[in-house]
């Protein structure tokens, strides 16, 4: 039985720019204000209930009863402690290259004499408390632990706190739990959707509230972050990383059996993914349809694929010039570039994460090259940046003046003070100089 349903091969020059618009719409975005409104709701009951509401959802959206929301350490070891031996091994091996990149990335204090006797410092500090969203349902998701928790304790966060959807039994994976308590999670919250996200940022009886909120999820936690952080003294957040996205950049030297795989890769992720593929060679486009056929139906995941390939786009493009730009319009999370001249283009697009050549599956990205698979979506890439371990630090200034440091800066600040009509500004400056 053949499940796929793709719209056919669209020819980029036979559209104006309305259509063009029309066709790399993100597939979620039409359900947006139904769902804020829902997740308004939610929003509000976890505020107003607590533990209580937490409960009540999980019942109502997993349905599984929770005695509370968050398990024990006893809890979390033995699930972690029932992982397969070869599961272990895969995060073992994809922890410690997550960790060597992400160790690199540790930023250095800056130190600067502006003039003389007037020090300027750049400094970093680890935030306190964040909160990690590891989604779940029908996929387990070890590989976000590592993506979240390995930057997160190596920015020295105190307090790493892990929501996620519970299972039947009321626990999450043993996988799950393994590469929890192999990064150093501190609270484990069996919650997940719009309301883990409530609990992170309004805090409940068993759930410590967090000073930023961190990962993936479908609309309904992309919705819940964006408000959360909206509130006054709401949390802030990494960024509204929303369902998977896939754009490849194909020449006439791609392997068709490599693009439909790599499509499927992202597709399986949830019905709201997009894949899109754009090329200048309407045979590969052509023998890329029939791939996508023939691995879709041995997929165990192929109902979730094929829903999600209905916003599927295979764009012809006049020359290979010509699909780099519709790649940069875009701005994917994902951008593949299957193309002869794949490393001088990487730099050409905006994109989350980039991934260069033909051997260079996203699906490498997704779990154990060790980037991070956070990534801007809807657009975001065009200046948002991909998860990094800056984003578990805030970065703060100080400044260091002499006696006479300040009174060689005191014409300068005084007249623009005066000049901006702030005089107490211009007499803080006298006051210390007794003028």
């Not at 063009?20 to 359900?31: I, T, V, W």
């Not at 657009?379 to 948002?384: E, K, P, V, Y």
């Not at 970065?395 to 002499?402: A, K």
Request: with cysteine; hydrophobic share 45%.
């Amino acid at each position: 039985m053949t499940y796929l349903s793709v719209p056919p091969i669209t020819r980029w020059a036979e559209l104006d720019a309305a259509q063009r618009r029309e066709l790399l719409q993100r597939p979620a975005q039409a359900a947006e204000s139904q769902t804020v409104t829902r997740v308004q709701g939610i929003l509000q009951q976890v505020r107003a209930e607590g533990d209580a509401a937490l409960q009540r959802l999980t019942a109502q959206f997993d349905r599984v009863e929770l005695p509370t929301p968050r398990l024990t350490p006893g809890q979390v070891e033995v699930q972690a402690a029932r992982v397969p031996a070869e599961v272990r091994a895969a995060i073992d091996a994809a922890y410690d290259n997550i960790y060597a990149f992400h160790a690199a990335q540790q930023p250095r204090p800056v130190t600067v004499e502006t003039q003389p006797g007037v020090i300027c410092e750049l400094r970093y500090a680890p935030l306190q408390r964040v909160g990690l969203y590891i989604p779940g349902g029908s996929a387990v998701l070890p590989s976000s632990v590592l993506m979240l928790g390995i930057p997160a304790a190596l920015a020295g966060c105190q307090h790493l706190v892990l929501c996620s959807p519970p299972g039947a039994d009321g626990l999450l994976s043993p996988a799950v739990c393994y590469a929890a308590t192999k990064v150093g999670v501190t609270d484990v919250v069996a919650v997940g959707g719009a309301q883990a996200v409530a609990a992170l940022a309004y805090g409940t009886e068993s759930v410590p509230r967090v000073d930023k909120i961190f990962g993936p999820g479908n609309a309904y936690v992309t919705a819940a972050k964006t408000l959360v952080s909206s509130e006054a003294g709401g949390p802030a957040i990494d960024m509204p990383a929303g369902p998977s996205e896939l754009l490849i950049v194909a020449d006439k030297t791609a392997d068709a059996a490599f693009l439909a795989a790599d499509l499927l890769s992202q597709a399986e992720h949830g019905a709201d993914s997009q894949v899109i593929l754009v090329s200048s060679s309407a045979a590969v486009l052509e023998a890329t349809c029939h791939e996508l056929a023939r691995q879709l139906d041995r997929l165990p995941r192929r109902d979730i694929a094929a829903r999600a390939l209905t916003a599927c786009r295979l764009i012809l493009t006049g020359s290979l010039d010509e699909a780099i730009k519709v790649a940069d319009d875009y701005a994917p999370e994902h951008l593949s570039l299957q193309t002869e001249r794949a490393a001088e283009q990487a730099g050409q697009i905006r994109a989350g994460s980039v991934f260069v050549g033909h051997y260079a599956p996203v699906a490498g990205g997704d779990y154990a090259t060790g980037t991070n698979h956070v990534l801007p979506t809807y657009g975001a890439a065009r200046a948002s940046s991909s998860l990094g371990l800056h984003d578990f630090l805030r970065r703060y200034t100080v400044q260091t003046l002499s006696h006479s440091g300040l009174k060689a800066l005191a014409p300068t600040v005084t007249a623009l003070a005066r000049e901006e009509g702030l005089e107490a500004h211009a007499r803080a400056i006298e006051a210390r100089l007794n003028l």
